[in-house]
């Protein structure tokens, strides 16, 4: 979702209108199952069923079936984030970048919170004229691409971003890794799930997604919540999304890989077991 250079792909569009099609045709038959089952008699008023489709998902099939532009993700990467959304929605899911595909990620948690994360302005106002429905905001990063080996050995001698338990987000300006300027409906709720998959970081003078994944992390330990933080992290064949997921988010919580695409699943500080585990490390 951060590259804007989609390129149309007739084979993944179909799947992909299927996987859509398929979601909202079986909520389509349950809704005539319950009531055929709750309306016995003919001519008895229909009742409102809280799985009639909605308009953001009805948006999506249009919108698909009538685009040439499709996500960048492949239908295997995309169907490994969607059986975890389908099994928590309706849910919180932050979203780090927004794009081609995030009418796409809105459609699978209609009746949760789905927000995006967007470094580009002038993108996210293009993005909102085709799809007005989407819930975005644009924020800003404080790291550089080029910086990224730098943070990694740095981070520790920061007070304010390590240990893990004593680390925050909210105006947190002395760690340069923390999102410290987010809008405060990011720090009020806790996220079921995240998926990093922005901002740019192919060039040195880009953001990188150094302090997303940091976030991202520091937003999952301290959730208070029942159940972990599905984490997913894009593009994990590069350099610097490899080395800080494995610093950040994780080798032993890493449960599934398809193509690109590392599935975390990351439970809070407080459900983990072991003496001072918090201050030695994130893992």
Not at 91 to 105: A, I, K, Q, Y
Not at 178 to 184: D, E, I, T, V, Y
Not at 206 to 225: D, E, F, N, Q, T
Request: one cysteine or more.
């Amino acid at each position: 979702m951060k590259n804007r250079r989609f390129l149309p792909d007739n084979n993944n569009s179909c799947l992909l209108l299927v996987l859509l099609s398929g979601l909202i045709a079986g909520e389509f038959l349950i809704i005539v199952f319950l009531r055929a089952a709750d309306s016995p008699l003919p001519h008895s008023a229909p009742s409102t069923s809280p799985l009639a489709t909605t308009p953001i998902q009805l948006r999506a099939i249009l919108h698909y079936a009538t685009s040439p532009v499709v996500p960048q993700q492949t239908l295997d990467e995309i169907t490994l984030s969607f059986d975890v959304l389908r099994s928590l929605s309706p849910c919180n899911f932050l979203v780090f970048g927004l794009g081609h595909d995030s009418l796409m990620w809105a459609s699978f948690n209609p009746r949760g919170t789905t927000l995006f994360l967007e470094e580009d302005p002038r993108w996210l106002q293009s993005i909102l004229k085709t799809a007005p429905d989407l819930h975005a905001h644009t924020v800003s990063y404080r790291t550089k691409l080029f910086e990224s080996k730098a943070l990694l050995k740095s981070y520790k001698s920061e007070p304010d971003c390590f240990p893990p338990d004593k680390a925050y987000l909210k105006n947190n300006d002395k760690c340069r890794l923390a999102l410290s300027g987010l809008p405060n409906e990011v720090y009020d709720k806790e996220w079921d799930m995240i998926m990093i998959d922005a901002p740019r970081g192919w060039f040195a003078e880009a953001p990188g997604r150094m302090a997303a994944i940091y976030s991202a992390a520091v937003m999952a330990r301290k959730r208070k919540g029942s159940g972990v933080t599905h984490v997913f992290l894009h593009d994990v064949d590069r350099r610097v999304e490899k080395a800080y997921a494995k610093e950040f988010l994780c080798r032993k919580y890493l449960v599934k890989g398809v193509g690109r695409l590392w599935h975390f699943e990351i439970p809070p500080a407080a459900n983990v077991s072991g003496e001072g585990r918090e201050s030695a490390g994130f893992c």
